[in-house]
């Protein structure tokens, strides 16, 4: 399997800078950033490519989860659990249902 990184990516109605990082081996997300100026950027997606030549299905793994992430924020399935400062998430069977059907087609924009 070969992965490819586009510099951005379309979710819904936002779009995210993709940008790799081959020192790190996690990932995160941003919906919006500030330049030097202050002004509002574009969020973005960081991926650590540091396994990815040992073990890219494990970059492949902190795609889905950054991506998926994603979907459920916008579907409002993701929460915010400020006792222990982590998320859970709460769906049923036809969000799920959706969140695979848009899994699906973000994926193709990361696999040759």
Not at 25 to 48: M, R
Not at 52 to 69: A, D, M, Q, R
């Amino acid at each position: 399997m070969k992965l490819k990184f586009p510099k951005t990516i379309q979710i819904n109605d936002i779009t995210f800078k993709v940008i790799t990082d081959p020192e790190w081996e996690g990932a995160s997300l941003t919906y919006w950033d500030k330049d030097k100026k202050g002004n509002a950027t574009l969020g973005n997606i960081k991926i650590g490519t540091y396994l990815l030549k040992t073990n890219p299905f494990s970059v492949l793994s902190l795609i889905i989860h950054e991506l998926k992430e994603i979907i459920q924020i916008e579907q409002g399935t993701r929460y915010h659990k400020p006792s222990d400062e982590s998320y859970e998430f709460h769906y049923n069977h036809k969000e799920h249902q959706a969140i695979c059907s848009q899994l699906g087609g973000l994926l193709k924009e990361f696999i040759k």
